[in-house]
């Protein structure tokens, strides 16, 4: 697949980084010669220096022969044109966009995409799937993570084993997946002292360990308890930064009863318009949420939990220790920067929120089509969580899991059966048909695809026979 990406940050290069991992063509474009020389260094990628929204940048990258373009530059208005223009004159067969503003995702003006106005086949908006994200870690307490897979059927949490034990601890994974039907959870990824892996089944669980569990939602209180949590869903929030993010997140939260919402924005005049938007039913104080006496004036050490979302990473750090030293119960921090990721939980932080790994998550979700289609990245970027759908004649359907030689960086989480999710143990047998959800390492995805094809699908293939030309015809 030949792509082009328009946008050489944080999440365009990694999108690169992604897609030319799995053997695709990849162009990144970008006005900053710096950026664009480094995606062209540091990947396998080859790096173009230009605005992305002109046609004749466009045509150099070669947008007539392109299957995707992935338009993720800062510039909303420029990944609205780079779509156009890629459609319009080169004919590009997919388009997605990264779109910030507000303005632009209003349902009113849901028309203005259609492929006769500005084609755009996918949006992809950070601040509405970072409060999305927050609502979603709100409403399973004790996890840093939780994803709905497969239209809500199975859940991907990410749990913390407690420092005083739980009843999962000094168990091997195997023990662990013996009892997976009971116990409704799979264990499929670890993250122990900064170093995130695909345990084996000999693995035991240790206090302090990071570990990311499939798991039914109807039995998701049980298997939190399992895990030595018995946390209450948080009904006293307080949101600090108004800006699109805890705009959005507020717009969500302030819809549920028994939740009592308090927000703090920096900004006076922000902070008067997003309280005549949200009404009387969400508190609005305007001040610097790193000065004690304002926190004192939200009641802090009264909150459930604090959602830190200001555009400053720091402040966002500083203001989530300073409530849990306060008394609050837990903190919920967006950072941007990714090498704060391994402090945080020293800090005290309970949740960490990436924006631009969610975005990357979003972006790859809907580039994946076929058989094997990414849902879910990782923290960490050591691996993703994949739903593939079970061919016949695969090795997978050939045998029980536990005698099916899945490589060792791949775990199957669930398997998806008429409407239904099976937690797998080492007997369940996957049939033709069937979808898996699995976590694989990057390093074991041409393994894992292998597994999933039918034989000799992954063959290579002799090059083609060129047509004779008129002097060697008969």
Not at 40 to 66: I, Q
Not at 76 to 91: K, Y
Not at 109 to 128: F, K, T
Not at 297 to 324: C, Y
Request: proline fraction near 6%; aromatic fraction near 4%; charge should be negative.
């Amino acid at each position: 697949m030949r792509v082009i990406v328009c946008g050489a940050g944080q999440v365009g290069s990694t999108i690169a980084r992604h897609l030319a991992r799995e053997g695709n063509d990849v162009t990144v474009i970008d006005a900053d010669p710096a950026q664009a020389r480094r995606a062209d260094e540091s990947y396998d990628v080859r790096g173009m220096v230009g605005f992305a929204s002109h046609p004749e940048v466009l045509r150099a990258a070669g947008a007539k022969e392109a299957d995707l373009l992935v338009a993720v530059t800062r510039s909303d208005e420029v990944n609205m044109v780079a779509c156009q223009v890629g459609h319009s004159l080169f004919g590009v067969k997919r388009r997605i966009a990264r779109l910030r503003h507000h303005g632009y995702l209003a349902p009113l003006w849901r028309g203005l995409y259609a492929p006769e106005q500005m084609p755009i086949d996918v949006i992809i908006s950070p601040e509405m799937e970072v409060a999305r994200g927050i609502a979603r870690r709100l409403r399973t307490p004790g996890a840093f993570d939780m994803v709905p897979l497969a239209d809500g059927r199975v859940q991907l949490l990410g749990i913390q084993v407690p420092e005083n034990g739980a009843p999962v601890v000094g168990r091997t994974l195997a023990e662990l997946r013996q009892s997976a039907a009971e116990s409704g959870f799979v264990v499929v990824a670890l993250l122990r002292e900064s170093h995130a892996f695909v345990p084996s089944e000999e693995e035991r669980l240790r206090p302090g360990d990071d570990v990311y569990v499939i798991a039914q939602p109807a039995l998701a209180d049980q298997v939190m308890t399992a895990f030595g949590h018995r946390e209450q869903v948080a009904r006293r929030l307080l949101i600090v930064g108004g800006g699109n993010v805890g705009l959005h997140l507020a717009r969500m939260l302030s819809r549920e009863a028994l939740v009592s919402l308090k927000m703090i924005e920096h900004n006076p005049e922000r902070a008067e318009q997003i309280a005549r938007e949200l009404g009387g039913g969400v508190v609005v104080l305007s001040g610097d949420a790193l000065e004690r006496d304002l926190l004192d004036e939200a009641h802090i050490g009264a909150v459930d939990t604090i959602i830190a979302v200001t555009n400053d990473d720091e402040t966002n750090i500083f203001v989530s220790v300073l409530a849990k030293q306060a008394g609050c119960g837990r903190a919920i921090t967006l950072v941007n920067k990714s090498s704060y990721e391994p402090v945080l939980d020293a800090m005290g932080i309970d949740a960490a929120v990436s924006p631009s790994a969610i975005t990357i998550s979003s972006i790859l979700r809907h580039v994946r089509r076929g058989a094997v289609a990414q849902v879910y990245r990782l923290r960490g970027d050591f691996g993703e969580v994949l739903e593939a759908e079970a061919l016949a004649g695969s090795p997978l359907v050939a045998a029980p899991l536990g005698k099916a030689g899945l490589p060792a960086g791949m775990r199957i989480g669930a398997v998806l059966r008429d409407g239904e999710a099976i937690i797998p143990d080492a007997q369940t047998r996957v049939r033709p048909g069937d979808n898996v959800i699995a976590v694989v390492a990057h390093d074991a995805l041409r393994e894992a695809e292998a597994l999933l094809a039918r034989p000799g699908e992954n063959d290579p293939q002799p090059p083609p026979v060129p047509p004779a030309s008129p002097v060697d015809a008969p």
